[in-house]
């Protein structure tokens, strides 16, 4: 994601109602919209959004990993090809 560029990354709630196809258009990094002189949105690109959310999956893995390690929700390598096994013999007698 492209840095806020002050001078062109923030527009009035009203500038950006009157020109909001042009904004959409040309929108090239993150715009902050205001309204009453503060912030209260921010337009990105889809591109932009999908990146974020990937990540923040990503974040939320790892956290999640980390959590059951430091839980003890761990098995070892020999454990996980036991239970893949398993599960794929389960799955052929279907």
Do not use: C, N
Not at 7 to 28: I, T
Not at 34 to 42: D, E, L, N, S, Y
Not at 66 to 90: C, F, N, W
């Amino acid at each position: 994601m492209k840095d806020i560029r002050i001078s062109e990354g923030v527009v009035p709630l009203g500038e950006f109602k009157a020109h909001a196809s042009r904004y959409l258009k040309q929108l090239d990094g993150p715009v902050v919209i205001t309204q009453h002189g503060r912030p209260a949105a921010v337009l990105i690109s889809s591109g932009e959004y999908d990146q974020i959310r990937g990540q923040w999956r990503f974040i939320e893995s790892l956290t999640a990993g980390l959590d059951d390690s430091q839980s003890g929700r761990v098995m070892d390598t020999e454990e996980l090809k036991a239970r893949l096994a398993s599960a794929r013999e389960q799955r052929r007698s279907r």
